[in-house]
């Protein structure tokens, strides 16, 4: 599939220090790709640059096939910063309004957006009365005008409570569906890990990981953990067949590659009656994000 957004050995260099580094990946149209990456790691500037704010020190960039910062790649894109904030004294509905007349959108979008992120009862209320995620959920109202192609968000979820997480997602996903490319950055890996396509992390500037979480689980080798439920009459037995830890009565838990899972559990099975139920956890983007973070560097 043709990449909506294409970055291809990007750099960026603030004052002689390398911000970023050889950076190149793509988003495809209706995917969703989390960039993940500590703090400082250079999200934010990539951003600035797919915006055409800064010129990047090398490489490419399109935006819909367009140079960033054009009318063509504005018109493509939208972003909602990780720091929202709005005129005061405009309610949200106003507040919506201007940034519809901005991008040339139908005043009739306004209500829409603004009953999609929940915010129809606040709608004429002043900003200033906002608390910080109806600030956060009137920049998505914003975002979300005109069904743009590529969707920017830095840091999205700080400050919305877990239901309007979910919420919020939901949205994202609902945009992707209809074939907008999205391009998000958070800290909060547990609440993206079953939420985002693609997962590409940066460390210190440079691409460490770029893949789907279910290959990084793969190629990261780190361990799955296999729970076992024993019959409580069997447990000794099935400690001493499957080898691992008892955790309490009757679970024994142990730790494989994933190579050698299938073999573990049809040596489980074989135990029949004695095991009452088996639950498999891979590592979770917590585990993976450590790894890559750590400097294992093997780009997918
Ligand atoms: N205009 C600038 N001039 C000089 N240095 C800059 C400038 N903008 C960013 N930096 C530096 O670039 C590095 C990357 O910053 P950036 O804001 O992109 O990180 P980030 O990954 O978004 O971090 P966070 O998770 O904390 O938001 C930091 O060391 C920052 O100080």
């Known amino acids: 599939m043709t990449s909506l957004l294409n970055i291809s050995n990007v750099s960026m260099c603030f004052a002689h220090r390398d911000v970023l580094s050889d950076v190149s990946f793509d988003v495809a149209p209706g995917e969703r790709v989390a960039l993940l990456g500590h703090n400082g790691a250079g999200k934010t500037t990539l951003f600035r640059i797919i915006l055409g704010f800064l010129n990047p020190s090398g490489g490419q ?164 953990r296999i729970r076992v439920q024993a019959d409580t009459a069997h447990v000794d037995t099935v400690h001493q067949q499957m080898g691992g830890q008892r955790i309490n009565g009757a679970t024994v838990e142990l730790e494989c590659r994933y190579p050698e899972k299938m073999q573990r559990l049809s040596a489980i099975s074989a135990l029949g009656n004695a095991v009452r139920d088996v639950e498999v956890y891979p590592p979770s983007l917590d585990d993976i994000y450590r790894h890559y973070s750590a400097g294992k560097e093997t780009k997918q």
């Open 61 to 224: 960039i399109t935006v819909n096939g367009a140079v960033p910062g054009t009318a063509a790649a504005r018109n493509a894109v939208s972003y909602l910063p990780e720091s929202v904030s709005f005129p005061k004294l405009l309610t949200g509905r106003e507040t919506v309004a201007f940034y519809a007349k901005l991008k040339g959108v139908a005043p009739a979008a306004v209500d829409q957006v603004l009953a999609d992120v929940d915010l129809t009862d606040a709608a004429d209320q002043r900003c200033g009365t906002y608390s910080k995620g109806m600030r956060q959920r009137l920049g998505l109202a914003q975002a979300m005008l005109g069904d743009p192609k590529l969707l920017l968000l830095d840091e999205p979820t700080s400050g919305l409570d877990p239901l309007a997480r979910q919420r919020f997602y939901h949205l994202i996903s609902k945009m992707a569906e209809r074939g907008t490319a999205v391009l998000l950055s958070s800290h909060g890996l547990s609440e993206i890990e079953a939420r985002t396509d693609r997962v590409a992390i940066l460390r210190k500037g440079k691409l460490v990981a770029d893949a789907p979480l279910t290959d990084l689980q793969h190629s990261a080798n780190l361990p799955l």
